[in-house]
T-cell receptor, first 113, second 114 residues
Framework: DQQVKQNSPSLSVQEGRISILNCDYT??????FLWYKKYPAEGPTFLIS?????DKNEDGRFTVFLNKSAKHLSLHIVPSQPGDSAVYFC????????????FGPGTRLSVLP | DGGITQSPKYLFRKEGQNVTLSCEQN?????MYWYRQDPGQGLRLIYY???????QKGDIAEGYSVSREKKESFPLTVTSAQKNPTAFYLC?????????????FGEGSWLTVV
């Protein structure tokens, strides 16, 4: 059973518009969440994280929102740029319980010029 | 520069062969990980190590083995018992597994069975 789900395998957005990538989780012990960006044949690179004590974290064009009651988080990219085209992975961890990071299956974002 | 180095980038394995993927980090991280990515799938944990001379099985450890003799090194051996080894393998590290820290990845290694 997947503990971290990204139900949209792909997403296409026009350049300059907002990209919203969604992630759902089932384990209520998860207390730390991360988003990674991955280009083909490269390792994922860290984008942004959020602890369960917050509901929002912002870093430049990237904002992550956490809704604990819904067990849902989302990554907003504004404005979207062609260089943002990549696969985005959501990851969760129950760090206080020593549980390792669990990754979602990823969403492929295509930003069209 | 600090980082995680994986080698080789591309590796071909014949049926029945064991192969070893190298992973070295100079970030002084205690924890290291090996993940596997198959096309269209997320990252699945093979093995992880929280400290030198200790390692634990992840979700898909069968057919793989690891060692952690040095803090900076965490090699992965893909044995002949692994039935579907063709995949993209990612090594990662983090300061430890018990704090709100980020996990950092290497560039990955492609393994193909020929």
């Amino acid at each position: 059973d997947q503990q971290v789900k990204q139900n949209s395998p792909s997403l296409s957005v026009q350049e300059g518009r907002i990209s919203i990538l969604n992630c759902d989780y089932t384990n209520s012990m998860f207390d730390y969440f991360l988003w990674y960006k991955k280009y083909p044949a490269e390792g994922p690179t860290f984008l942004i994280s959020i602890s369960s004590i917050k509901d929002k974290n912002e870093d430049g064009r990237f904002t992550v929102f956490l809704n604990k009651s819904a067990k849902h988080l989302s990554l907003h990219i504004v404005p979207s740029q062609p260089g943002d085209s990549a696969v985005y992975f959501c990851a969760a961890s129950a760090l206080n319980y020593g549980q390792n990071f669990v990754f979602g299956p990823g969403t492929r974002l295509s930003v069209l010029p | 520069d600090g980082g995680i180095t994986q080698s080789p980038k591309y590796l071909f394995r014949k049926e029945g062969q064991n192969v070893t993927l190298s992973c070295e980090q100079n970030l002084n991280h205690d924890a290291m990980y090996w993940y596997r990515q198959d096309p269209g799938q997320g990252l699945r944990l093979i093995y992880y190590s929280q400290i030198v001379n200790d390692f634990q099985k992840g979700d898909i450890a069968e057919g793989y083995s690891v060692s952690r003799e040095k803090k900076e090194s965490f090699p992965l051996t893909v044995t002949s018992a692994q039935k579907n080894p063709t995949a993209f393998y990612l090594c990662a590290s983090s300061p430890d597994t018990f704090s709100g820290n980020t996990i950092y990845f290497g560039e990955g290694s492609w393994l193909t069975v020929v």
